[in-house]
């Protein structure tokens, strides 16, 4: 207020020099006096700007720090989680042993009556049928006669049957009938009752497969291949069946699922050198046992079955002792024909070993009787089934059994 002293000091000055302005001093006084209470009142600045920021008034009950921690907008507060119940220890019990029930042991592979059942109701049943209460004389012996050349048996061996019927039950009843079929028929089994199992005869063990289209050639090799792996042999199958595609795919499923190497060829291409092929590979790799495929060569076609012959000398060329084992695979359900095709395979090939599959689905299984009374060749399996269990080593007493036992 320092401009104040200055102020009063020139308006007495102008009154001294005019009277006027001391009747106009005395009337303006209560005027200038508001004016000057309400400009001391609003304290103006002088030499500042007209206008200035106003600083809001702060709230007394909420100090600066109180409010700066209090968050923009509210937030519903999280409801308290319940307490938890107090635990509540249970009462004691007796401790009881509980016995656990043993693991299920593995299924036991289906009895091979049970797979032959068709057969033995078409042979044995039908047998008993034709006979039944009456003895073995005049009609009744030309009936059988009749029935054992029809029953897949081959004419070789329903003749022999026939004879020994006569000679040894003539005038018998159906019992003894029996007696003297299933003791001929085992003396023709017995002798082709393949001495060893698995054989392992070089390093590799070489086995070459034959077979008609459809016999079940390549499903046979994979079954073998897997029976030989876990025995724990180390197995190389060849996909010499350059003539059909499947055939090679087929096998290189088989190798997969078993575990085994397969060798395999160009389709079309020459089934010999897979042959080589093969049998070297298992050399180089110290496998145990070398299993090779070939095509379903029918035995009416005779450049065909030169070519099998070409295949076993070049065998030969890698492995002078090899094949060890030719095994033929025939299909039980082709009945008497399974004869004609072992007697082409034999001359071609030098066939050691007969498979016989598909006895499970068949009426026609008494062919194995003929084929082994043909030819002597050593029936090495049966196949009874899908699964790897069920291509079984061939047993004369267990065929029989399945055959004659009701």
């Not at 409010?67 to 509210?74: D, H, L, Q, T």
């Not at 022999?160 to 023709?188: T, Y």
């Not at 699964?387 to 079984?392: C, G, K, P, Y």
Request: with cysteine; charged share 30%; net charge negative.
């Amino acid at each position: 207020m320092d401009f104040l002293p200055q102020l009063i000091e020139t308006l007495t000055g102008w009154m001294r020099e005019d009277p006027m302005l001391t009747v106009g001093a005395f009337l303006g006084v209560p005027i200038l006096l508001a004016l000057l209470t309400d400009l001391i009142r609003r304290e103006p600045a002088l030499g500042k700007p007209k206008h200035r920021t106003r600083k809001l008034p702060r709230t007394p009950e909420a100090p600066i720090e109180a409010v700066a921690a209090e968050p923009a907008e509210a937030v519903p507060a999280r409801l308290p989680e319940p307490a938890p119940e107090p635990e509540v220890e249970p009462a004691l019990e007796p401790e009881v042993e509980v016995e656990l029930a043993p693991e299920p042991e593995p299924e036991p592979p289906a009895r091979l009556r049970d797979r032959l059942r068709r057969t033995s109701e078409a042979f044995i049943g039908r047998l008993s049928s034709l006979v039944g209460g009456r003895s073995l004389e005049g009609d009744v012996l030309e009936e059988l006669e009749a029935f054992l050349f029809t029953a897949d048996l081959g004419v070789k061996t329903a003749d022999d049957l026939l004879q020994r019927v006569r000679k040894e039950a003539g005038g018998a009843d159906l019992a003894r009938l029996r007696e003297v079929l299933r003791a001929a028929i085992r003396e023709k089994l017995k002798r082709v009752e393949p001495p060893d199992r698995l054989p392992v005869d070089g390093k590799p063990h070489v086995i070459l497969v034959l077979g008609v289209n459809g016999a079940g050639k390549t499903t046979t090799i994979g079954k073998l291949a897997g029976r030989y792996t876990q025995a724990g042999q180390k197995v190389v199958l060849g996909a010499a069946d350059t003539f059909r595609a499947a055939a090679i795919e087929q096998l290189g499923v088989w190798a997969e699922r078993v575990g085994c190497d397969v060798v395999s060829g160009q389709s079309g291409g020459d089934p010999s050198a897979v042959a080589f092929d093969t049998v070297k590979a298992a050399r180089a790799r110290n496998a145990d046992v070398a299993i090779i495929d070939t095509a379903g060569r029918l035995q009416t076609k005779v450049p065909l079955i030169d070519e099998l012959k070409k295949m076993v000398r070049v065998i030969g060329k890698e492995m002078p002792d090899a094949p060890h084992e030719t095994l033929l695979v025939l299909d039980s359900n082709t009945g008497q024909n399974a004869i004609s095709q072992a007697r082409v395979f034999t001359e071609a090939a030098g066939v050691t070993g007969l498979v016989l599959t598909k006895l499970d689905g068949t009426a026609k299984g008494g062919v194995l009787v003929g084929l082994a009374d043909e030819f002597g060749i050593p029936v090495r399996y049966v196949g009874v089934g899908e699964s790897i269990a069920d291509l079984r080593d061939f047993s004369a007493d267990e065929y029989l059994e399945a055959l004659f036992d009701e």
